[in-house]
């Protein structure tokens, strides 16, 4: 089993999304898929028509010790949820009490390991708070979820050197890749911060940029992933699109996160200040905006 992590620093930017719609993608293509809530507002959770109010969930796993197996839920889309409620933001208390807190979903997880192909971890938006600890000790590959938006650059070389620390400090290994979202293709804005991704991560940066739509908006009132109410839609290609991506990757486990010799630290990557953010951006502007948009197009096409 693959376990890939969805994280950053700060909610909104659609890693709750990419969990239910590319858990679908997968399962689509004949994986089998486990989604585990790990946040505390349980979006997943409800996103995919389950109550978050329900009397068990994660917390049970993380705190009691109970089996993954005994709370899973056949969720639409042909995959799995582990649930999360409310309660399991009380899991940053308990933890203090526990040895070595960040390991437990690991452990658990390794009961269940061959029963499904991929886990997707929705994370809370809090890169260095225990829950996230857990999913990246768990995890194979941490996929960093970025916005299209003027400080996501930022954001996401803050959000790195987060992800480095908790690795040093837990011993984790897992692989990094960044993930391009909620861009507005037809804007001035989202084109050029995605270019200026491409430019500052290389091929750290998913191909594949899942774009703001009405259907992934209205998904989360049907409770259902896109492909069920809206197949063949640009959101639907675009997760298979990524789907692809995924099921191509070569995951190196047992690499430390330190030795990725692409990745920028945050204290070289010129974009702590909003003017090193400006910069970046004014020097994608011209044609490679026009390129990078005939590109989209002709991807969606084929």
Request: net charge negative.
């Amino acid at each position: 089993m693959r376990v890939l992590s969805l994280v950053n620093q700060k909610g909104g930017c659609g890693k709750t999304t990419v969990a239910i719609h590319l858990g679908a993608a997968l399962a689509a293509k004949g994986q089998r898929v486990l989604v585990v809530d790990l946040d505390p507002q349980a979006h997943a959770t409800l996103g995919l028509g389950q109550d978050a109010q329900r009397s068990t969930s994660v917390l049970d796993v993380l705190a009691d010790g109970v089996g993954i197996a005994d709370l899973l839920i056949d969720v639409p889309g042909g995959m799995q949820l582990l649930p999360a409620n409310l309660r399991l933001a009380e899991f940053e208390e308990t933890s203090a009490r526990m040895i070595r807190p960040e390991s437990v979903l690991r452990r658990a997880l390794s009961d269940v390991a061959d029963q499904f192909d991929y886990a997707l971890l929705d994370c809370p938006p809090r890169a260095d708070g225990i829950l996230t600890s857990n999913a990246l000790c768990a995890s194979s590959l941490a996929v960093l979820v970025v916005e299209a938006g003027v400080f996501s650059l930022q954001g996401a070389l803050k959000t790195i050197g987060l992800l480095r620390d908790t690795a040093g400090n837990q011993g984790s290994s897992f692989d990094l890749r960044l993930l391009c979202t909620l861009l507005e293709p037809k804007g001035r804005v989202g084109p050029e911060v995605l270019i200026a991704l491409q430019q500052r991560f290389g091929p750290e940066l998913f191909e594949t940029a899942i774009c703001a739509c009405e259907e992934l908006r209205e998904a989360p009132l049907r409770g259902q992933p896109v492909p069920l109410f809206a197949p063949n839609s640009r959101s639907d290609l675009e997760f298979a699109s990524l789907a692809r991506e995924v099921l191509g990757l070569e995951l190196r486990l047992g690499r430390s996160l330190e030795q990725s010799p692409t990745l920028p630290t945050p204290a070289s990557s010129g974009l702590e200040s909003i003017d090193g953010v400006a910069a970046t951006l004014g020097s994608v502007l011209g044609a490679e905006i026009g390129t990078h948009l005939a590109r989209l197009e002709a991807r969606e096409k084929g």
